[in-house]
C-alpha cells in the first residue's frame, strides 16, 4: 500500500511561514500520482488547498491561498512540500496530503491519505 505522513505544522502569528512536507512511501506507490494537500479547520468540510501533477510543472491552487501558498514535490525523495507565507487565522485548520492517479481538486479523486498535521495561525 502507501503511506503519506504530514510533519511541518505548528503555531505561527499572522503574517508568518510554515512549510508542511508530506514523506510517501509503500511498495505501491508511484511518483506519476498526482499529490494534493487538502485542509480542514473545525465544523467545516474538508476543501482543496493545491495539487501538483507528477512532474511539478503543472500546479492548481485554491482563490483562497493563491499566491501565498507554493506546492513542490522530489520524486527521488518522493516528498511534497507546502510552502506557506503570509499566513491568515482562516488559514488554521489540520492540513492533509494526498495523491492518487489523475487526481484534481475533488477529495474524491484521491486514493490515499495521511494523517493529517495541524496548522494554527494566532491574530
Known amino acids: 500500500q502507501v503511506q503519506l505522513v504530514e510533519s511541518g505544522g505548528g503555531l505561527v502569528q499572522a503574517g508568518g511561514s510554515l512549510r508542511l512536507s508530506c514523506a510517501a512511501s509503500?511498495?505501491?506507490?508511484?511518483?506519476?500520482?498526482?499529490m494534493g494537500w487538502f485542509r480542514q479547520a473545525p465544523g467545516k468540510e474538508r476543501e482543496f488547498v493545491a495539487t501538483s501533477n507528477w512532474s511539478g510543472d503543472s500546479t492548481y491552487y485554491a482563490d483562497s491561498v493563491k499566491g501565498r501558498f507554493t506546492i513542490s514535490r522530489d520524486n527521488a525523495k518522493n516528498t511534497v512540500i507546502l510552502q506557506m507565507n503570509s499566513l491568515k487565522p482562516e488559514d488554521t485548520a489540520v492540513y492533509y496530503c494526498?495523491?492518487?492517479?489523475?487526481?484534481?481538486?475533488?477529495?474524491?479523486?484521491?486514493?490515499?491519505w495521511g494523517q493529517g498535521t495541524q496548522v494554527t495561525v494566532s491574530s
Open positions: 509503500g511498495r505501491t506507490f508511484s511518483s506519476s500520482y498526482t
Open positions: 494526498a495523491a492518487g492517479w489523475g487526481a484534481f481538486t475533488a477529495a474524491d479523486t484521491y486514493d490515499y
